[in-house]
């Protein structure tokens, strides 16, 4: 699956197992192999849900929130592979959509 060059200043998000974190693009190579990522501001919402009693966060950011809680942290570095995808390491890296969402139930699967 092909995917456009990312842009700078574009919404991520981190798929890491149930969980996803949101992440803006803040650098990319000139043949768009490399992208470099800053993890944004987590926002505090309501529980979206519960599991076993446990709760399940969830939120999407806006345009306006991801200019608005761009933060200067630790850059994480994603490489294009071979089926079109991103991954940093081997999390998947999602362009497009900059989401939040914190499964704590799946701790208890473990």
Not at 48 to 74: E, H, M
């Given at each position: 699956?092909?995917?456009?060059?990312?842009r700078?200043?574009?919404?991520?998000?981190?798929?890491?197992?149930?969980n996803?974190?949101?992440?803006?693009?803040?650098h990319v190579?000139?043949?768009?192999?490399?992208?470099?990522?800053?993890?944004?501001?987590?926002?505090?919402?309501?529980?979206?849900a519960?599991?076993?009693?446990?709760?399940?966060f969830?939120?999407?950011?806006?345009?306006?929130d991801?200019?608005a809680s761009?933060?200067?942290?630790?850059?994480?570095?994603?490489?294009?592979?071979?089926?079109?995808?991103?991954?940093a390491?081997k999390?998947?890296?999602?362009?497009?959509?900059?989401?939040?969402?914190?499964?704590?139930?799946?701790?208890?699967?473990?």
């Amino acid at each position: 699956m092909k995917q456009d060059i990312p842009r700078l200043g574009q919404a991520a998000t981190l798929v890491h197992s149930h969980n996803r974190y949101p992440y803006v693009v803040v650098h990319v190579s000139p043949n768009g192999h490399r992208i470099e990522l800053n993890p944004l501001a987590t926002e505090w919402v309501e529980p979206a849900a519960f599991c076993d009693g446990l709760p399940v966060f969830s939120y999407i950011y806006s345009r306006n929130d991801l200019l608005a809680s761009w933060l200067d942290r630790t850059t994480l570095t994603a490489t294009l592979h071979k089926d079109g995808s991103y991954r940093a390491g081997k999390i998947e890296v999602q362009i497009g959509q900059a989401e939040y969402c914190r499964d704590f139930s799946d701790r208890r699967r473990n």
